[in-house]
């Protein structure tokens, strides 16, 4: 990809760039800081993203991006990328650890581009991460090999390994799970809760699912299953063009040495102990992981603010709402994070509307991002119910939304209740929410309603440099 053919800010903010532009000091060079790193350089901005690694390299395995994600990538003109290297489920199935039975069913593809505007897409993350790089890189100074080691908020500046000072007028916490900047925001370290799960996460070439009569569907069928058991869960689908097939293995935590990170090393003969007793396809498919990463799942409760009390460094994506898996919406909250971060200081004429301004992208993006962490853990407890009452009433009642879902296909009426259904996908009031979203749209409507009055609190400064 030409990094010059996917520049397209003209229409960004409806071409509105900040009259005065800030040196802006991004820590993190993920999904989130790359994204927030591409919409204030196009708002206006100088940008400086800082990474502690030495290289940009391909990590990690399949995620999703759902529509709220999706709009924006192509708004960013990243549309074409998607096409060529993600993979749009046809619809998402939801089955029984034991005999593989569908028990849940939602229509994803046309029905989503119908409801949403924009597809639903499974993409390899090292995929999505070297799209966002080749759109942001021409646009900002991306510095590798730059741990910082401490952060002066009220400067604002940070001290890197080096002995290095940067400074900025403003500081972008985009460092993850492990983040060192919501440290100074919280006021120290917040120490996560072992939620009792960890993941094992594989990839299998698809050639090899072909070559199998019972696993051969997997690849042909375009679609996201789900499948659910006795304190565990198994999602899988395809990604980079149908030729791998990503699987995310939920199971209990039982290992002290586990390890909160995407990239540690699993181990394969525990991870088929695991599942023993798991339907034909489950064993097939976990006979083909040559080797697995383990992930470690930790919690954190919401953070009562994103901003240091100082007003000069803010948080975004996993620093500050980190999300459990189970909802497929981690990077999805961090994008949204980004653009309206992006949209919001558009506006900026003065140093002294900064504070203000995070305080607007706080109130836009607080509640649904602690909203979505909810919603990601209801799902660890919907799928992990051990055989019995419990699980046969989910299973009823997912069964019920999927024979609805499906009368609709054939063009009739729904004809249930699908509010609050243990198929959260099935909720259309959840979806409607969850994916309708307009990150831009919705940071237009709150600076329509809102901006004026809080930039009439902003004294303006004697002299803009």
């Known amino acids: 990809m030409d990094a010059k053919e996917s ?4 229409h960004l903010y409806k071409g509105r760039r900040a009259s005065l532009p800030l040196d802006i000091v ?11 790193a591409y919409c204030l350089a196009q708002a206006g901005h100088k940008v400086t993203i800082l990474e502690a690694a030495p290289a940009i390299g391909d990590v990690g395995a399949g995620i999703q991006a759902s529509p709220n994600v999706s709009r924006l990538l192509k708004r960013w003109g990243l549309g074409p990328q998607l096409e060529e290297l993600g993979v749009k489920p046809q619809n998402l199935s939801i089955r029984r650890w034991k005999n593989d039975e569908v028990v849940g069913f939602t229509l994803f593809g046309e029905a989503f581009v119908k409801n949403y505007g924009s597809p639903y897409y499974h993409i390899h993350r090292a995929d999505f991460h070297r799209m966002l790089y080749v759109v942001t890189e021409p646009h900002c100074d991306i510095r590798v090999n730059c741990r910082v080691v401490s952060v002066d908020p009220s400067t604002p500046s940070v001290t890197l390994a080096s002995g290095e000072v940067v400074t900025a007028d403003l500081l972008i916490g985009a460092d993850g799970l492990k983040s060192i900047t919501r440290e100074y925001v919280v006021g120290g370290p917040d120490e996560p809760r072992a939620t009792g799960d960890a993941a094992y996460r ?3 070439p698809t050639e090899k699912l072909l070559q199998d009569d019972d696993l051969k569907s997997l690849v042909e069928n375009t679609e996201s299953i789900i499948w659910m058991g006795p304190r565990g869960h198994i999602v899988g689908y395809n990604i980079r063009a149908k030729k791998e097939y990503n699987l995310v293995m939920m199971h209990p935590d039982e290992a002290e040495e586990g390890v909160e990170s995407w990239t540690a090393k699993g181990n394969v003969e525990r991870m088929k102990e695991s599942y023993k007793g798991w339907n ?3 064993q097939k498919l976990l006979a083909l992981v040559p080797s697995t990463l383990d992930w470690k799942l930790m919690d954190r409760d919401p953070l009562p603010s994103w901003i240091h009390k100082d007003g000069k460094l803010v948080l975004l994506g996993d620093s500050c709402h980190p999300m459990l898996p189970y909802r497929a919406q981690g990077s999805a909250m961090a994008i949204e994070d980004a653009a309206v971060l992006g949209n919001i200081f558009s506006h900026c004429s003065d ?4 504070t203000p301004l995070l305080y607007a992208y706080q109130a836009l993006r607080y509640d649904r991002a602690t909203a979505t962490q909810k919603s990601s853990s209801l799902n660890r407890d919907i799928f992990h119910h051990p055989d019995g009452p419990e699980q ?3 299973d009823r009642d997912m069964r019920a939304a999927m024979e609805d879902a499906l009368r609709v296909a054939r063009g009739e009426k729904s004809t249930y209740v699908l509010a609050g259904n243990a198929n959260q996908w099935a909720d259309k009031t959840k979806s409607d929410i969850q994916y309708g979203y307009d990150a831009d749209e919705e940071a237009e409507k709150w600076w329509l309603a809102n901006g004026d ?3 009439s609190f902003v004294p303006i400064s004697e002299a803009v440099n």
């Open 202 to 204: 594989a990839l299998i």
């Open 453 to 455: 009055n809080l930039m």
């Open 26 to 36: 991004v820590i993190g060079c993920g999904l989130g800081g790359l994204a927030a």
């Open 280 to 282: 034909i396809v489950i």
């Open 351 to 354: 140093r002294a509307q900064i």
């Open 7 to 10: 520049q397209t800010p003209d």
């Open 392 to 394: 046969e009433a989910r």
